[in-house]
């Protein structure tokens, strides 16, 4: 899929009421045209009209990507760096509770240690390709997991002593890809905050029942 920057270019194909078939202004194997002239070169008397709009902003080919089963794929490096490629490509899971201080801490350190063991990956070749954050509707930014949370983390092997809560906010909300919410309640206000997320929040438990509250 193409969508071009240039205004000329995007008034021709919004005047046009059809679909266009847009390729790359070079031919395969060879270096990217960056100006009309050099596409002429290579395409010869195959062009019937060119509309010049000066040297493309990037003097450089398009980076082409492939997406298949949420992963992003590089097949030609280009004007967008992979780096930002492969930040974009990591795949957000926020977990919230009210306070982030117990039922959204745990569920994301347990999913971390889940899901790292079914994909057979350590840690830190996990956070390159999943994202596993929590966050609370009435979270003190900042505060520490409770006591009781730690240690029953603990017990599993996983250690929430460096957790900090955080406000599950309106942006935060809108960078995940999939977000659970532990009760009822949670789904709501998740959805009040960010209406245009209302299709990837769903309950944690499938049945839709509420994950009681531990505090104290």
């Not at 347990?110 to 609370?136: P, Q, T």
Request: charged residues 30%; glycine residues 10%.
């Amino acid at each position: 899929v193409r969508w071009p920057s240039h205004k000329a270019a995007i008034e021709i194909v919004r005047a046009a009421r059809a679909r266009v078939g847009a390729t790359g202004a070079s031919l395969p194997g060879r270096v990217a045209a960056v100006t009309a002239q050099e596409a002429l070169e290579q395409f010869g008397g195959k062009v019937e009209v060119v509309v010049d709009g000066g040297p493309t902003r990037h003097k450089m080919a398009a980076t082409a990507v492939r997406v298949a089963r949420g992963r992003v794929e590089i097949i030609r490096e280009g004007a967008i760096p992979s780096s930002v490629l492969q930040e974009v490509g990591v795949v957000t899971v926020l977990f919230v509770c009210s306070g982030n201080t117990c039922r959204s801490p745990m569920a994301e350190r347990l999913f971390r240690k889940m899901l790292g063991r079914k994909l057979e990956v350590a840690e830190g070749e996990l956070e390159a390709r999943v994202r596993i954050v929590s966050a609370g509707t009435s979270a003190e930014e900042g505060a520490t997991a409770m006591p009781q949370a730690v240690e029953a983390m603990r017990e599993q092997g996983i250690d929430l002593g460096d957790h900090r809560a955080r406000s599950a906010t309106k942006e935060f909300i809108e960078e995940a890809d999939r977000v659970f919410a532990l009760t009822r309640s949670h789904l709501r206000t998740l959805k009040e905050r960010a209406p245009a997320c209302e299709g990837h929040i769903e309950m944690l438990d499938p049945d839709g029942a509420d994950v009681p509250d531990p505090y104290g």
